[in-house]
T-cell receptor, first 113, second 111 residues
Framework: EADIYQTPRYLVIGTGKKITLECSQT?????MYWYQQDPGMELHLIHY???????EKGDLSSESTVSRIRTEHFPLTLESARPSHTSQYLC????????????FGAGSRLTVL | GEDVEQSLFLSVREGDSSVINCTYT??????LYWYKQEPGAGLQLLTY?????DMKQDQRLTVLLNKKDKHLSLRIADTQTGDSAIYFC???????????FGTGTRLTVIP
């Protein structure tokens, strides 16, 4: 079944640790996105990719980095986590044509102590 | 305005209709979307409408688009307790491939 998977779903970690949030999709989508979601706030785009070896920063500045070495995989990394990074991170993908409907993963909720 | 705007909360009684409203920013936006988010889950696409349409109906869902006022609404007929969730409006602005989302409206259905 075609889908988009995020791991971990929940992560509690201490300040200064390096973390990687994984995102994989099995739909063959070229475009992938990372959004950050805080309670009662809009989703903000922090990174996107239109294909392998293509990554761009989104509208919201983020200290995280991403890579796109394979079409299906779009991991997000924080080199040194801080409490201000506490948030929900949502990964999405879309095909290159038509209505550009985004398919979302279940999200990774990060808490930095 | 710069932001997609939605009211934060809506409560309705089970069996009534719910209407969730949204104002968006770009009169040239090509597509507008409604997503649903249940607790602990990602966003699930409910429906979308192309900008040359005024209305789209899909079972209990009716989307109305007023391009002049940049206003989008989602009507849920015969609202059920399972409809309780956060509903996000989103627009695809001209020249952009990503979507811009509102804050979401938390719908609470009272039995």
């Amino acid at each position: 079944e075609a889908d988009i998977y995020q791991t971990p779903r929940y992560l509690v970690i201490g300040t200064g640790k390096k973390i990687t949030l994984e995102c994989s999709q099995t739909m063959g989508h070229d475009k992938m996105y990372w959004y950050q979601q805080d309670p009662g706030m809009e989703l903000h785009l922090i990174h996107y990719s239109y294909g392998v070896n293509s990554t761009e920063k989104g509208d919201l500045s983020s200290e995280s980095t991403v890579s796109r070495i394979r079409t299906e995989h779009f991991p997000l990394t924080l080199e040194s986590a801080r409490p201000s990074h506490t948030s929900q991170y949502l990964c999405a993908s879309s095909s290159a044509s038509g209505a550009n409907v985004l398919t979302f993963g279940a999200g990774s909720r990060l808490t930095v102590l | 305005g710069e932001d997609v705007e939605q009211s934060l909360f809506l409560s309705v009684r089970e069996g009534d209709s719910s209407v969730i409203n949204c104002t968006y920013t770009d009169s040239s936006s090509t597509y507008l979307y409604w997503y649903k988010q249940e607790p602990g889950a990602g966003l699930q696409l409910l429906t979308y409408i192309f900008s040359n349409m005024d209305m789209k109906q899909d079972q209990r869902l009716t989307v109305l688009l007023n391009k002049k006022d940049k206003h989008l609404s989602l009507r849920i007929a015969d609202t059920q307790t399972g409809d309780s969730a956060i509903y996000f409006c989103a627009e695809r602005k001209t020249g952009a491939n990503n979507l811009f989302f509102g804050t979401g409206t938390r719908l609470t259905v009272i039995p």
